[in-house]
């Protein structure tokens, strides 16, 4: 990896992410992007003048964000913010893309939602129609270095390298162990795992098997017998979170994490 964009809306739980973030960033040697989006629906009698001061605020708290932490970087240059305005997922998602960004960054939820939400509207949303990996964290978690990681999966194909490099990344940064935990859903294709079709290379990893409806409880109740310091999944149709999420996110009394979430973009094959 090489560049990574991070979201945030300057709350405490941003803020909490963005601290993993520094300590993560030091270890990847990675080009850090911060981005806030303004969300502005002015009204007809709106001043211009109060957008402007809007925006220059804001860039104060961002410019204010990025002096305190440039001094922890083991490279100070390596970190650049800007604030934008419009739709929040649609401005992230361009920006990613024209970046070329290898991952995503954000809170699992911002100030706006509900304490007992695991997962706020906003990353629903970056879940749903982002085509970059997105990695979320969960308030309140401390950075730790990477020993174990869970890669959940339900079809043991996956389309192509580029899909697992920010995994292959994080493990070979970290010399973590990486545990392959095998769903079967009783759907069709659901074959015997190689390490050449999930595109692995010569990484080594132990292999679990579960049986369930879905891949979310049973990959949940896994890592109460495996514990681990990030989950890695795939984005696909019918899987994390796809039904589940709301239009408002994910309740904590159906879906909760106290660990880093690693949602690699495409499809299993």
Request: glycine letters at 8%; hydrophobic letters at 45%; charged letters at 25%.
């Amino acid at each position: 990896m090489k560049k990574v964009l991070f979201a945030t809306d300057f709350s405490d739980n941003a803020n909490q992410a963005f601290e993993y973030l520094i300590h993560l960033a030091n270890q990847l040697n990675v080009e850090i992007v911060v981005i806030h989006v303004v969300n502005l629906y002015p009204k007809a009698d709106m001043m211009m003048s109060v957008e402007k001061r809007m925006m220059e605020d804001n860039q104060k708290v961002l410019d204010q964000m990025l002096d305190r932490v440039r001094p922890r970087l083991s490279n100070p240059a390596a970190i650049t913010g800007k604030i934008v305005k419009g739709d929040i997922v649609e401005r992230l998602k361009k920006i990613a893309e024209q970046l070329e960004v290898d991952l995503i960054v954000a809170g699992t939820k911002g100030e706006r939602n509900p304490e007992d939400f695991y997962l706020g509207r906003t990353a629903g949303s970056l879940i749903k129609e982002t085509d970059t990996a997105l990695l979320l964290v969960p308030a309140q978690t401390d950075f730790v270095p990477i020993k174990d990681i869970v890669f959940a999966i339900k079809s043991p194909r996956i389309a192509g390298a580029s899909i697992v490099e920010p995994l292959l990344s994080m493990q070979s940064t970290f010399g973590a162990q990486l545990h392959l935990l095998k769903v079967n859903t009783g759907e069709a294709g659901q074959d015997v795992v190689q390490a050449e079709a999930l595109h692995l290379g010569g990484v080594s990893f132990q292999t679990s098997e579960r049986n369930g409806e879905g891949i979310t409880q049973p990959t949940l109740a896994f890592l109460e017998e495996q514990p681990a310091n990030l989950l890695c999944g795939i984005r696909r149709q019918r899987g994390f979170f796809q039904r589940l999420l709301t239009r408002n996110g994910v309740k904590k009394s159906t879906f909760n994490l106290t660990i880093p979430f690693l949602i690699l973009r495409g499809v299993e094959g």
